[in-house]
């Protein structure tokens, strides 16, 4: 499949199951051990035949025309980010890189731009402050943007942590730092730029996944993992809020109509060497280095959320999966392809209860997207900004 000119997608029910898990009315207390084994295999699978799997994608790869697309992405300044933001900007786009750190994000535009002179007319980039820690500022970072009145094409939630090996950390807010960094901060950020995502119609919201969230399992009612039914570890961390991160894609998914012109994807951009892999264990960073063959560089790592979020007839393909049965959004591989998410993914009712949980704890109304749907304003007050108080 060329990226550039693809076949249709597959229509979910060829690609995907969509009968209703056994057990869904249940009480589920983890992963059952096959499940367990399954999603390993997943990941095992991945890291082994990746690069075999996405031989046929060019690197870079061939974007369609992206001139009148305006793109936020955050977590830019390093890894896949700054790979999608560079990309985009110089096939045209223009680029709004959502950071923490915006002196690392000015200097790199700085540098794109003299690396750029001569080649066409100056990448039309900037930067905008975001800390996904601090849900205040994602408050602030969606209101700076809204009252600009700029229509918005393409949001991507790249931005994530794992902190490989760390003990359990809380953010500020007091949500356990994968969950708000990989999950609630994402999910905040996308339900308050929805009135420009309307403007900017039709808009794709692309969320950059893992496979770890086969191995995911999310406790609506343990989201911290702080019961001690669960022992804490960062891989139980980092899985749970990944795949948290799809449960409310699914539903956000469901709950934006045809009209509004919003999609909404997961892609999974494979088994990657980015920044990551600073705080491994001495002995899996050796790993890596030894297996450099088997790991995407940060270039090949971008291809599936750049796919996602050019490609003409994604938008399509959401639109089917909307009409049929299919629980879930779109998720996109790291070969560029339809793929399923996880079973647990699957799960209706659950993602539901997550969605519920979600927007309880970022401090939005359960009716946050109608509302907004209709034109009417929804403030976030928990974390609005207090300084001015």
């Not at 697309?69 to 300044?77: A, F, N, Q, R, W």
């Not at 900017?200 to 001690?228: A, C, K, Q, W």
């Not at 999974?268 to 600073?278: F, Q, S």
């Not at 001495?282 to 599936?304: C, D, M, W």
Request: hydrophobic share 40%; glycine share 6%.
């Amino acid at each position: 499949m060329a990226p550039s000119s693809p076949p249709p997608p597959p229509s979910p029910s060829t690609s995907t199951s969509s009968s209703p898990l056994k057990g869904e009315g249940r009480k589920k207390e983890g992963l059952g051990w096959i499940e367990w084994i399954r999603g390993w295999l997943y990941v095992i699978h991945e890291m082994l035949f990746q690069r075999i799997l996405a031989s046929h994608l060019q690197n870079p790869l061939p974007l369609p025309p992206v001139n009148d697309l305006t793109c936020i992405v955050t977590g830019s300044t390093s890894g896949i980010g700054r790979e999608i933001a560079r990309q985009l900007a110089e096939a045209g786009a223009h680029v709004v890189m959502a950071v923490r750190n915006v002196r690392a994000g000015s200097e790199l535009i700085q540098k794109w731009q003299t690396e750029w002179a001569g080649k066409g007319l100056p990448l039309n980039i900037e930067v905008m402050e975001l800390d996904l820690l601090s849900l205040e500022s994602v408050v602030r970072f969606a209101e700076a943007w809204n009252a600009t009145s700029r229509p918005l094409n393409v949001l991507i939630n790249n931005a994530g942590i794992f902190a490989i090996g760390e003990p359990q950390k809380f953010s500020r807010d007091g949500y356990e730092e994968h969950m708000q960094v990989n999950h609630l901060a994402p999910a905040l950020l996308s339900i308050l730029l929805l009135p420009s995502l309307i403007r900017g119609s039709p808009s794709r919201i692309v969320n950059v996944n893992s496979v770890m969230h086969y191995v995911g399992y999310v406790d609506t009612e343990d989201l911290n993992v702080t019961s001690g039914k669960r022992k804490y570890s960062s891989v139980v961390g980092y899985t749970s809020s990944k795949l948290a991160q799809v449960m409310f894609s699914n539903v956000l998914h469901k709950r934006l109509p045809g009209e509004a012109g919003i999609s909404v994807v997961c892609v999974d951009p494979g088994i990657v060497h980015t920044n990551v892999a600073r705080d491994l264990p001495k002995v899996v960073q050796a790993g890596y280095n030894l297996i450099p063959y088997f790991i995407f560089t940060p270039e090949e790592g971008a291809r599936s959320a750049l796919f996602a979020a050019t490609d003409p007839q994604m938008s399509e393909y959401c639109e089917v999966l909307k009409t049929d049965d299919h629980p879930a959004c779109a998720f996109i591989s790291q070969d560029c392809r339809p793929a399923s998410p996880s079973e647990e993914a699957h799960r209706t009712e659950q993602s539901h209860k997550l969605w519920e949980k979600t927007l309880e704890l970022v401090g939005l109304p359960l009716d946050a997207v109608e509302k907004l749907l209709q034109g009417e304003e929804v403030a976030c007050l928990r974390y609005a900004n207090h300084e001015n108080e």
